[in-house]
Each structure stands twice: as structure tokens, then as C-alpha cells.
């Protein structure tokens, strides 16, 4: 079965399937190697891990579409994909769809804000016209050779305008075509309830921690029927933590011995990334 298919099934069953971010391929093989059945490229930790800014449509879409297949080459569970507006018009939707699923993601998602777009838990959020906004889903989802690729569409009308005409922009996806919905940044839990009973079109939830939404339990989600839970940037922020604390006591200590606990193991760490596998190809193809 097609990591395409596979993820197509999984959210068909709306039980909070729970998905990490990734923001390179060393993290996406770690979310892989946990055994998540799937693992999701961020935006945020992209522009972030390849660029150093912010995410404020810095990334382009040749970058993102990029950093896609890197990732998605890196694993073999499904890639779940920021696409962030779609680079451009519906026109431009079309390309970015063809770019992704030519490198391998089995899902990504568009969202509905004004170029350049920025984080969905930041402020000052502006929104193109709903009409223009279902004219690019259905574009992504015209645009798109196999039927298993799975299109999400995401609107941040909430912060740009409010709740009801996020649910408006949500029904208008799902008329468009969209596979999944994903109405970012519900304020609490009552929003994220209305939400769950207003579609029967299978959910993404944004488990972002530190932003607007509320960290709802599992269970919660799951009981409600949202279909998969994201948790885009921790593994970034697990990360960060890790190398400043490192970075810091090295400096404190004038020392790394004494660090050594700190440490993933070279083996392990050339395990992770396939170098006896590679290096047993390499044999293979050398010349007698």
C-alpha cells in the first residue's frame, strides 16, 4: 500500500491520529524511528532550520518544495506538508501541487491568508476573499495525479475576522473538495467543539504549543472526532533547548568531556542515518 493510501485510511477513522513535526531529515527519520505513523514538515521550523527567519513568507516554494522531498525521501511513513498559500493564484496552487506530490509528500495544505502569509498563531492575519480561496482548493485538488494525495485546507479566518466566517471558509473548502479541513487557531475549547460538530469532512487539529489554541487532552480530541492532531514545532524547540543548554555549558565549562552523557552516540547516530547501509552499497558497486 502507497504511504499516499495509508495515511488516506488512517484519517478516514477521525481518532486523533497524532503526527510530529519535523523541521530536516535527521528529525523526520526520529519521528519515524518512534514509530509515528506519519510526521509532518513545518513551515515554521523550515524556514527556521534552512533560513534563520521567521515564519513571515520568507520561504519561497522552491525552498519548501525542497525541503518536501528531502524529507520525504528520508522516511517511509507518509509526509504531511505546509504549503503555506500555494505560491501565487490558483495558477500557482496547480504548480505547487504538482511540485509536492512529484516529491513525495502524501498531504499538504493551503491556507487562505494574503501573501506574504505569516505564523497562524501570531497576530495581524489578512485573508483573501472566500471566492478566491475555494477557487485554489479546487484548483489543488484539479491539479493533483493521484487521488490519494491528500489536500488540506487550512483558514486562519479566525484571527482575521472570526469564528463564524472561519466556518463559512471551511464549508466552502469542503464544497471545493478539500480532503481535510484544518481551521487554525480555535481560541477554546467551546470553538474547538463547534468546530468538530459543524463538518463532517475529517479535521486538523494544531497542537501548537505556546500558541493561541488550547492543549487539549488527547482524549478530548479524539472523543470529538478530529482526525489528526499535529504537534508542528516541538521537536524543534526540544531540540533548540538541548544545543543552547549544551552550547552554553560548554562555554561555562571551557570543557565537552564532561558532557559526554549529553551526547547521541556516533554509532547510534550514523545508525539513524543509514551509513552501514550506504557504505554496503557502496561495495556493491565497486569495480572488481
Partial sequence: MSARRTLRRLIEKKNALLVPGAYDGVSARLVER???????????GTSASRLGLPDL????????ADHARNLAAAV???LIADADTGYGNALGVRRTVQAYEAGGVAALHIEDQVA?????????????????FAGKIRAAVDARRDADLLIIARTDAISAVGFDEALRRGEAAARAGADVLFVEAPR???QVEKVARAFDTPLLYNYASGGRSPLLPMATLRALGYAIVILPVDTLMVATKAMADFLAEVRRRDDVLSLAERYFSFAEFNTLIGVTEQMELAERYREA
Fill in 188 to 190: 477554546d475549547e467551546a
Fill in 57 to 64: 513568507g520568507y520561504a519561497g516554494l522552491a525552498e519548501m
Fill in 76 to 78: 517511509s511513513i507518509p
Fill in 116 to 132: 506574504p502569509k505569516r505564523c497562524g498563531h501570531l497576530s495581524g492575519h489578512q485573508i483573501v476573499p472566500l471566492g478566491e
Fill in 34 to 44: 518512534a514509530g509515528f505513523p506519519a510526521v509532518y514538515m513545518t513551515g515554521y
